[in-house]
C-alpha cells in the first residue's frame, strides 16, 4: 500500500524554523516528484514547493521562495522541507503529495499524506 507520512509540525514562533519529513512507505520514492502544499483555515489549499524526481529540479512558491528549500533523501525515502524565517501567514496544515512529474495543482498529484500542522505565533 503506497503510503505518505508527515512529521515535524509544531508551534513555532515567528523567525523560528521547522523541518518537515515526508516518509513514504509501499513505494520507492525517488522515481516521484514530490510536492509540499499547505491549507490555512478558510483557505483554499496552495502549492508551496516541489522537488522533481529526474535531476532534482526544485520550485517554489513566490511567497516562500528564499525562506523554504526543498531536499530529497532517497536512501531514507524521505523528502524534507526546510522552513526558516517563519512568518504568522505561514501557519496552515501541511501535506505532500507524489506524483511522476512535478505539477502546480493539487489535482495533478494522485497520493497525498494526512498532513502536519504548523503554528507560528508568539
Known amino acids: 500500500q503506497l503510503q505518505l507520512v508527515e512529521s515535524g509540525g509544531g508551534l513555532v514562533q515567528p523567525g523560528g524554523s521547522l523541518r518537515l519529513s515526508c516518509a513514504a512507505s509501499?513505494?520507492?520514492?525517488?522515481?516521484?516528484?514530490i510536492g509540499w502544499f499547505r491549507q490555512a483555515p478558510g483557505k483554499e489549499r496552495e502549492g508551496v514547493s516541489c522537488?522533481?524526481?529526474?535531476?532534482?529540479?526544485?520550485y517554489y512558491s513566490d511567497s516562500v521562495k528564499g525562506r523554504f528549500t526543498i531536499s530529497r533523501d532517497n536512501t531514507k525515502n524521505t523528502v524534507y522541507l526546510q522552513m526558516n524565517a517563519l512568518k504568522p501567514e505561514d501557519t496552515a496544515v501541511y501535506f505532500c503529495?507524489?506524483?511522476?512529474?512535478?505539477?502546480?495543482?493539487?489535482?495533478?498529484?494522485?497520493?497525498w499524506g494526512q498532513g502536519t500542522q504548523v503554528t507560528v505565533s508568539s
Open positions: 522537488i522533481s524526481s529526474s535531476d532534482g529540479s526544485t
Open positions: 509501499g513505494f520507492t520514492l525517488d522515481v516521484y516528484a
Open positions: 503529495a507524489a506524483d511522476l512529474v512535478c505539477g502546480s495543482s493539487e489535482d495533478w498529484y494522485d497520493y
